[in-house]
């Protein structure tokens, strides 16, 4: 997966199988908060892990534009999963 960050692309490692029970694990406490900007600093932290700290939450702050944070912070958080259903539906078509 990829993420731009104002002028900054970064790229995750190869993503294995523990990346989906991850992400699937991160939703499930994330469904948990009733708080929103817990929730969108939980997203934050978790994007950063998934980069492997190349990055910090100012570069997130600064480098996305306010109406695209929520966004791209649910897309990079929830990708692995996605990309699944989408590889699944694809086979079951």
Known sequence: ??????????????????????????????????????????????????????FEIKDIQDGLNADEVWQILNLQCFGVGIKMAKKIQTKND
């Open 1 to 54: 997966m990829q993420l731009k960050l104002g002028k900054k692309t970064y790229t995750t490692k190869k993503l294995t199988g523990a990346a989906l029970w991850e992400s699937l694990e991160f939703e499930e406490e994330l469904k948990k908060e009733e708080v929103l900007i817990k929730k969108l600093n939980m997203m934050a932290e978790q994007v950063i892990k998934l980069y492997d700290n190349q």
